[in-house]
């Protein structure tokens, strides 16, 4: 006889529940539906940490400025997420609210890790609680604390890494392996502008085009989040496809 399939025998019904080989269903869901969101990358480079993602406009009748993927949370501190973004929006608040609470109690900008472990502890929260669902979204945090820079992924399960460059989201796998082959640590924020832009453009083909971009940086020397404008977008993009014409003999 063969094994029923989890579904059939109800092992993803609850949140509570693991299946016998040791699985939360749901939260497996969860990760899934990451996967499905628009694509976002964090890097961390010499001069400072940048964001790119992709907005995935597709509806030629939306206002693209009016779609938001890039987060500022404090002046050292951005994000951007993949997944359900109404939920990431809830988190994003939390984390907004947080680095506030801190600035006024100790007077003083909290540090990334702290914003990421108050995330974390209510993502996870939501893979053991009766009547609650995970939240079907992962978040990338970059700061600046000091002078590192520190780039954090989570995950719908309250799991959290450290990384120096990442990327979630649909094309995930295609620009990891672009990432693990390119990227090194002595890339200046405008090489990572380049390399996000041109990874996005590679996996994205036709689709590819400036108003789908969203991009922001904080620079070690000024500890500000700002985002790049549309002009600075188009001009690296321009410097690429000038850099990949063949040269005449």
């Known amino acids: 006889m063969e094994p029923m399939p989890h579904q059939l025998m109800?092992?993803?019904?609850?949140?509570?529940?693991?299946?016998?080989?040791?699985?939360?269903?749901?939260?497996?869901y969860a990760k899934k539906t990451v996967k499905q969101?628009?694509?976002?990358?964090g890097m961390v480079c010499t001069d400072g940490i940048l964001l790119v993602t992709d907005k995935r406009i597709v509806d030629s009748l939306v206002v693209p400025e009016s779609v938001e993927k890039i987060w500022q949370i404090d002046d050292h501190i951005g994000a951007t997420a993949s997944g359900i973004?109404?939920?990431?929006?809830?988190?994003?608040?939390?984390?907004?609210?947080?680095?506030?609470q801190?600035?006024?109690v100790y007077d003083s900008p909290i540090d990334t890790v702290s914003v990421v472990k108050d995330v974390c502890n209510l993502k996870q929260i939501c893979t053991q609680s009766g009547g609650l669902r995970p939240f079907g979204v992962s978040v990338l945090f970059a700061g600046i604390d000091g002078e590192k820079a520190s780039l954090f992924e989570t995950d719908p399960t309250g799991i959290f890494f450290e990384y120096r460059a990442s990327v979630i989201g649909e094309e995930e796998a295609e620009i990891?392996?672009?990432l693990h082959k390119e990227y090194n640590d002595s890339l200046?924020?405008?090489?990572g502008l380049r390399l996000c832009l041109n990874s996005l453009k590679k996996t994205l083909g036709e689709s590819f085009s400036a108003e789908r971009i969203d991009a922001a940086f904080i620079r070690k020397d000024e500890k500000k989040f700002r985002k790049f404008t549309k002009e600075t977008i188009l001009r690296v993009l321009e410097e690429g496809k000038r850099e990949?014409?063949?040269?005449?003999?």
């Open 176 to 178: 990891e392996e672009i």
């Open 188 to 191: 200046t924020l405008d090489d």
């Open 85 to 100: 973004l109404s939920d990431a929006r809830v988190l994003i608040e939390r984390a907004q609210l947080k680095a506030q």
């Open 10 to 28: 109800g092992y993803d019904r609850a949140i509570t529940m693991f299946s016998p080989d040791g699985r939360l269903l749901q939260v497996e």
């Open 244 to 249: 990949q014409k063949p040269k005449k003999k």
């Open 102 to 104: 801190h600035k006024v």
């Open 37 to 41: 969101g628009s694509t976002a990358i």
